[in-house]
């Protein structure tokens, strides 16, 4: 499969290496599973700049953004579903879990990556 490049801001370079250095829990959590290709053997990237955002996880040979939502993300669901409607543009797939979620049945989110990657895979 073909992995697309999607263009990027500038500046959101140096941003999200500093959201990398100053990871949730929940985004620790996750990537301990996501890292080195062990989903599937599909290659993730944390804090990847996408167009002119920042997605928690990606994956660009599936076009696949991961969100954990958080507290942060309480009071912009209105702001998130415009970022996510912008990026699905370029033909970008979202799965989002809550921060919850990771901490308490990381299982599931794990079977809820792994079922949607098989699904796609069909």
């Known amino acids: 499969m073909m992995r697309e490049h999607i263009p990027y801001k500038p500046y959101l370079k140096e941003l999200a290496r500093q959201l990398r250095n100053n990871s ?14 062990k989903m599937l053997g599909f290659d993730f990237h944390r804090q990847k ?26 009071y912009s669901f209105a702001k998130d579903t415009a970022r996510q409607q912008q990026l699905e543009s370029f033909e970008i797939y979202f799965l989002r879990c809550t921060d919850l979620e990771v901490k308490q049945n990381m299982p599931n989110v794990l079977r809820t990556i792994e079922c949607w990657i098989l699904d796609q895979q069909k």
Do not use: M, R
Request: charged share 25%.
């Open 49 to 74: 700049p996408l167009d002119n955002f920042i997605v928690d996880f990606y994956c660009s040979e599936l076009k696949l953004a991961i969100e954990i939502d958080g507290d942060s993300h309480n």
């Open 24 to 37: 949730t829990l929940s985004e620790v959590l996750l990537w301990q599973e996501l890292k080195g290709s």
